[in-house]
């Protein structure tokens, strides 16, 4: 039977959009609205016959939100099915709207980026605010991720279709958002480059203030006061202290050693300028030393 969808199991859904007759629109276009992007998915995945009149009904009926979140989801069964519906007026209505729509959240993207740069910045001498800044840069990568994805297919579909103002329209907000992406947003420094964008600003920042409280040759438990790593409870968290144990400093600063921290340069020389990026590194090399 499938799943129970509003009254409606998935087969009879499916069965709807097969229908070769104009009866069922009305009907189709209300479970367009009312069916969850998760719902949709899961029928149009499975669809193997469809009327593209009835598949019309069902795309005008969706949500701007769920049009959005399939075009992130689409698969290459779904874009093949909505081929089929590319010159019919809904779909090319959807595209359209979301063009709009994703011009619009592309500006707020970067707004957003423009105050990531601001508390950048401004950063204090305990780099406190680094992790929730640390946070809504992630958030805006996810963001751009989405954005850049939808654009993408929404061009698969306009460039089938025979409306050259949608490619006009799409065309130009996905390049704008590769740029946003590539210059601005940037990414983490890895094994092949160097960080880029806002990371690089981060690594700039945090740097400094390093540079500015310690100097390299002092201990890198100094490093981690810094980033607000001072209490016993914060190394315990971090693997950095024995637990069910009295430690001292001194332990600490032992077992930063044996991972590779010795020093203010030995954290600066393995970017870490966050409590998360402290995690990862501890946790990668508790792994390698077990190898």
Same mark, same amino acid.
């Given at each position: ?31 367009? /609205?009312?069916?969850?992007?998760? !719902? ?32 992130? /989801?689409?698969? &290459? ?68 991720? !989405? ?68 100097? &390299? ?29 009295? %430690? ?8 930063? %050693? ?34």
């Amino acid at each position: 039977m499938g799943l129970d969808i509003h009254g409606y199991t998935l087969e009879q859904i499916q069965a709807l959009l097969a229908l070769q007759e104009e009866t069922v629109s009305k009907e189709l276009e209300k479970l367009g /609205n009312l069916l969850s992007l998760e !719902n949709v998915i899961q029928v149009l995945e499975r669809q193997k016959k469809v009327s593209s009149r009835n598949l019309s009904a069902f795309l005008l009926g969706m949500t701007e939100e769920t049009f959005s979140g399939l075009l992130i /989801n689409l698969t &290459d069964p779904i874009l093949l099915l909505l081929y089929q519906s590319i010159h019919e007026e809904p779909l090319l209505h959807q595209l359209t709207v979301f063009g709009h729509s994703a011009e619009k959240s592309l500006s707020e993207l970067s707004v957003k980026t423009e105050r990531c740069l601001i508390e950048i910045s401004t950063l204090n001498d305990t780099a406190s605010g680094i992790e929730p800044l640390y946070q809504n840069i992630s958030s805006l990568e996810n963001e751009m991720a !989405n954005l850049t994805t939808a654009l993408q297919n929404a061009l698969k579909l306009a460039w089938q279709s025979d409306r050259q103002q949608l490619v006009a329209l799409l065309s130009p907000i996905k390049e704008a958002a590769e740029r946003l992406r590539l210059q601005s947003l940037g990414k983490k420094k890895n094994d092949l480059t160097q960080a880029t964008g806002l990371h690089l600003k981060i690594e700039e920042r945090l740097g400094a203030i390093y540079d500015r409280l310690l100097m &390299d040759s002092d201990p890198s438990i100094e490093a981690l006061a810094v980033l607000g790593i001072v209490y016993l409870e914060d190394f315990q968290a971090l693997g950095l202290a024995e637990p069910d144990r009295k %430690n001292t400093l001194q332990d600490v600063q032992h077992i930063l %050693n044996t991972l590779g921290l010795r020093t203010v340069a030995d954290v600066k020389a393995n970017r870490i300028y966050s409590r998360g990026a402290l995690q990862d590194y501890v946790k990668h090399a508790y792994k390698f030393m077990r190898l």
